[in-house]
């Protein structure tokens, strides 16, 4: 049977109470609205205000305002120069070469509205100048520098990967004859000029007492010597027989740049040397030194009458008076020689005008002069020995730079320097006549 549904029946007393709690509301609602508070509920609608069109337009700022405002906060408008420097050129360091660079940058900088800024980077290796070259052109542009100094073979180096751009002084080195020739050889790649030549260091003899070397006989002169020659016979490198045998016109590379040592030239040199030390004109201290700085001590120490070094380490010495000797200069023809250089790292054509006019500056042979002869190396511009009259040297400081030729590349240097090494111990130790030397060693680049 179907089950009908019967709404239940409330009582009379509930009805009532829910009368009551009605009214009780909507009396309480009577008195919140007289009082001018909204209930939640409500949604009040605001006016917006009406927009004044003159608050549109762009305010319009003095021109001085706004040009210092910019210089203030733009690190473009502020011209910022940065330049990288080999540790031993930094010219925050504390030396009389590095006051004398920070002077003149300084002063430059203040003329031109520049805010300079200067980076110590290691010659070589990891973190080097040509390592963070590379790292900053790969992932981060904008830290490149403005401006570099690099030796001859980073330069090389860094306009073959595209690191530089060139000089944009036309004609700065091309046209102007007051520059040594191997400074000008060294700035070049592939027929553009990188590289704003500083100065030169050329492997010279120093010389002790009154040993002596004729300079007018080219390097056959060390056979008639006054006076022992010591030199780093067992450095890996081989820079004495190198120099010698280039002296001698011998190439040490092909068309290819591949390495090669030519016969006659290499036989001379050999004969040369072989003849020297029958002479006994070559200090025995040789066989056992492997760098300049070996034969530096030997020299100052009495044990050598001439040694074969760096002119840099010469004019060290005598300037900072590290010993009571003062060496004196000799050089009897042509020499090998290490160079540095401004290079332009930037391609921001609204800095160049000032990098060229920085590199003038700089280039300027009466600070060159004073510059490199407090830094210890060779100006690259004749013009700039005006400054070194004070200097004495046996030899004519414009021939010693007309007498330079520039260090073959590392790579070749690499290659060919083990092999003259060994070369020059066989002559020393008699392991074979010169002939049977020479031989030994042509074979040896095969």
């Known amino acids: 049977m179907p089950v009908k549904f019967q709404p239940k029946k409330y009582s009379t007393g509930l009805t009532l109470l829910v009368g009551v709690i009605l009214v009780f509301l909507l009396s309480a609602c009577a008195i919140l609205q007289e009082t001018?508070?909204?209930?939640?509920?409500?949604?009040?609608?605001?006016?917006?205000?009406?927009?004044?069109?003159?608050?549109?337009?762009?305010?319009?700022?003095?021109?001085?305002?706004?040009?210092?405002?910019?210089a203030s906060t733009t690190p473009e408008s502020a011209s910022i120069l940065t330049v990288w420097f080999p540790p031993e050129m930094d010219p925050k360091s504390d030396s009389p070469a590095a006051k004398l660079l920070l002077d003149k940058l300084e002063a430059f900088a203040k003329v031109n509205g520049l805010q300079l800024q200067t980076r110590p980077k290691a010659s070589k290796g990891s973190?080097?100048?040509?390592?963070?070259?590379?790292?900053?052109?790969?992932?981060?542009?904008?830290?490149?520098?403005?401006?570099?100094i690099l030796d001859q073979d980073d330069l090389a180096l860094a306009a073959s990967k595209g690191y530089l751009s060139p000089l944009p002084m036309e004609g700065f080195l091309r046209d102007e004859k007051d520059w040594f020739e191997a400074a000008r050889a060294m700035s070049n790649f592939e027929g553009q000029a990188?590289?704003?030549?500083?100065?030169?260091?050329?492997?010279?003899?120093?010389?002790?007492?009154?040993?002596?070397?004729?300079?007018?006989?080219?390097?056959?002169?060390?056979?008639?010597?006054?006076?022992?020659?010591a030199f780093a016979a067992d450095d890996p490198r081989g820079i004495f027989l190198m120099n010698m045998?280039?002296?001698?016109?011998?190439?040490?590379?092909?068309?290819?740049?591949?390495?090669?040592?030519?016969?006659?030239?290499?036989?001379?040199?050999?004969?040369?040397?072989?003849?020297?030390?029958?002479?006994?004109?070559?200090?025995?201290?040789?066989?056992?030194?492997?760098?300049?700085?070996?034969?530096?001590?030997?020299?100052?120490?009495?044990?050598?009458?001439?040694?074969?070094?760096?002119?840099?380490?010469?004019?060290?010495?005598?300037?900072?008076?590290?010993?009571?000797?003062?060496?004196?200069?000799?050089?009897?023809?042509?020499?090998?020689?290490?160079?540095?250089?401004?290079?332009?790292t930037t391609s921001n054509p609204a800095k160049l005008s000032k990098i060229q006019a920085l590199i003038l500056a700089v280039s300027e042979p009466g600070f060159m002069g004073e510059y490199t002869k407090a830094l210890?190396?060779?100006?690259?511009?004749?013009?700039?020995?005006?400054?070194?009259?004070?200097?004495?040297?046996?030899?004519?400081?414009?021939?010693?730079?007309?007498?330079?030729?520039?260090?073959?590349?590392?790579?070749?240097?690499?290659?060919?320097?083990?092999?003259?090494?060994?070369?020059?111990?066989?002559?020393?130790?008699?392991?074979?006549?010169?002939?049977?030397?020479?031989?030994?060693?042509?074979?040896?680049?095969?």
Do not use: C
């Open 194 to 229: 990188y590289g704003a030549p500083i100065g030169l260091d050329p492997f010279v003899f120093g010389m002790t007492g009154v040993s002596s070397i004729n300079n007018n006989g080219g390097w056959s002169g060390i056979r008639t010597s006054l006076g022992k020659v």
């Open 36 to 70: 001018g508070l909204n209930l939640p509920w409500e949604v009040q609608l605001t006016q917006l205000p009406t927009l004044n069109p003159s608050l549109l337009s762009t305010p319009t700022t003095p021109a001085s305002t706004l040009e210092k405002t910019q």
């Open 245 to 344: 045998y280039i002296a001698e016109g011998g190439n040490v590379q092909d068309s290819l740049k591949h390495p090669v040592l030519d016969q006659e030239p290499l036989s001379r040199t050999m004969i040369f040397l072989h003849q020297a030390y029958l002479d006994r004109h070559i200090s025995t201290i040789s066989v056992q030194a492997q760098t300049e700085a070996q034969i530096l001590d030997a020299l100052l120490n009495g044990n050598t009458d001439i040694g074969f070094i760096k002119l840099s380490q010469l004019l060290k010495n005598n300037q900072e008076k590290t010993s009571a000797v003062t060496l004196r200069v000799s050089l009897p023809g042509q020499t090998l020689a290490q160079g540095r250089f401004w290079a332009i």
């Open 376 to 446: 210890g190396v060779l100006p690259a511009r004749p013009s700039a020995l005006e400054s070194w009259a004070d200097l004495t040297t046996e030899v004519p400081w414009t021939r010693i730079g007309e007498l330079s030729l520039p260090m073959p590349e590392e790579s070749i240097i690499n290659r060919l320097g083990p092999i003259l090494r060994k070369a020059t111990l066989d002559d020393l130790q008699e392991k074979g006549d010169p002939g049977e030397i020479t031989s030994r060693t042509l074979e040896s680049v095969k």
């Open 127 to 148: 973190g080097g100048l040509l390592d963070s070259l590379a790292a900053a052109k790969a992932a981060a542009p904008d830290a490149l520098p403005d401006l570099v």
